[in-house]
């Protein structure tokens, strides 16, 4: 299979910084989910502006769909039609007077017409949930509405692959449960999906796949694989996540292959030992 996106030894730095990524190399795979880990300020943001053609590497190079993207105006206009990248605060994305003027810049930009251009707005508000919403000035949005509505103006783009920079962020836990059933709505659709994350949780019960981005290089591989890499998530300032903890700690209890993803699967499973172990009165 041949990845729709991929870096290979990516090296960049900011003027007068230190190196933020030295040879770092990430694939993504169509229609799968994957989640990039590291601690604040480790070089996630980084990696998806190098992705995107946002900055140039000093050494790397970028391919989509195994060719090398060239930096001209044609092959970062191709790589934007395939990529989309959505930033961590809508607020730096939201421009226009109302939702559906901004959702529809980006199809304008491609040259469509104002049928075509319509319906990708539609298409696009509606797979987010926040159809009713075109006509709200944006201003006039909640965080998390604001959210949608920046995330809507990459999908009018019709993009194989969606890349969400710490996309939970300042969303309370219900904004975050809405924005994962969106996305895996999304992806079910056949679009890739790229999201930053430093909530290992949420990253085990999300991805197919997750990277950690950790001393400037990017480990790679299945979601159990890698979240089972203790030493590697510790080296990223990273903690392990909950449920593989409970699952192995289950196993220590005589329940092997019990794994509750979700809270309400933990309280289950708990609730079931505390019946069996409960002895019977009489």
């Not at 140039?56 to 930096?71: F, H, M, W």
């Not at 994305?93 to 319906?119: I, M």
């Not at 709200?136 to 909640?142: A, C, G, I, V």
């Not at 909530?199 to 085990?204: I, S």
């Amino acid at each position: 299979m041949t990845a729709v996106l991929e870096a290979r030894g990516l090296v960049f730095a900011y003027p007068d910084g230190p190196v933020v990524l030295d040879g770092a190399d990430l694939v993504v795979d169509p229609g799968r989910r994957l989640a990039v880990l590291g601690p604040n300020g480790g070089g996630k943001t980084t990696l998806f502006r190098l992705l995107l053609g946002l900055l140039a590497p000093s050494a790397g190079q970028v391919l989509l769909d195994g060719e090398p993207v060239r930096r001209t105006r044609r092959g970062l206009l191709r790589l934007r039609e395939s990529a989309q990248l959505v930033l961590q605060d809508p607020d730096d994305q939201l421009f226009s007077a109302d939702v559906a003027q901004d959702v529809s810049f980006g199809p304008l930009n491609l040259g469509l017409d104002e049928t075509e251009v319509d319906a990708r707005v539609h298409d696009a508000l509606s797979a987010v949930g926040i159809a009713d919403l075109a006509d709200r000035p944006t201003h006039r949005l909640s965080f998390g509405q604001r959210k949608r509505v920046a995330i809507a103006g990459a999908l009018a783009v019709r993009p194989r692959v969606l890349v969400l920079d710490e996309p939970t962020a300042g969303l309370d836990p219900a904004g975050v449960e809405e924005l994962v059933v969106v996305l895996a709505d999304l992806q079910r659709a056949g679009t890739a999906v790229v999201l930053s994350t430093h909530d290992v949780d949420l990253a085990h019960r999300w991805a197919d796949d997750v990277a950690v981005v950790a001393r400037g290089r990017v480990r790679r591989g299945p979601a159990a694989q890698i979240l089972g890499d203790a030493a590697l998530l510790s080296d990223a300032r990273l903690g392990p996540a909950w449920a593989p903890a409970v699952a192995r700690l289950l196993e220590l209890a005589g329940r092997p292959g019990v794994a509750p993803g979700t809270a309400a699967e933990l309280h289950d499973v708990l609730a079931g030992l505390a019946t069996r172990e409960t002895p019977a009165r009489g």
